[in-house]
């Protein structure tokens, strides 16, 4: 399923039309980027939580030539599955 298809399964389950579900779920994906900008995690219960993981500096290779090379610090998004959704997965 990709982002059209997503607007889609929501148009028809909930009734809006196309360009509402269309900027429902635009305003879901860009309130849980702006919390997680900030440092916020993103509980939703029964489906999972969102979350900013620090990773630290650290040194790498370059597969090509085998020199090292510095990586630098950064946050990464991550998700961890709610038991609902993985019980619905692993039915």
Avoid: C, H, W, Y
């Amino acid at each position: 399923m990709n982002k059209n298809d997503l607007i889609g399964a929501v148009a028809d389950s909930s009734g809006l039309s196309r360009s509402q579900a269309s900027q429902a779920v635009e305003g879901v994906f860009d309130a849980i980027s702006s919390a997680l900008k900030q440092g916020d995690e993103v509980r939703l219960v029964g489906f999972g939580t969102f979350s900013v993981a620090k990773r630290k500096a650290s040194t790498g290779r370059n597969p090509r030539t085998g020199e090292a090379m510095k990586i630098k610090a950064s946050s990464q998004p991550k998700f961890k599955a709610g038991k609902t959704l993985k019980d619905a997965v692993n039915v």
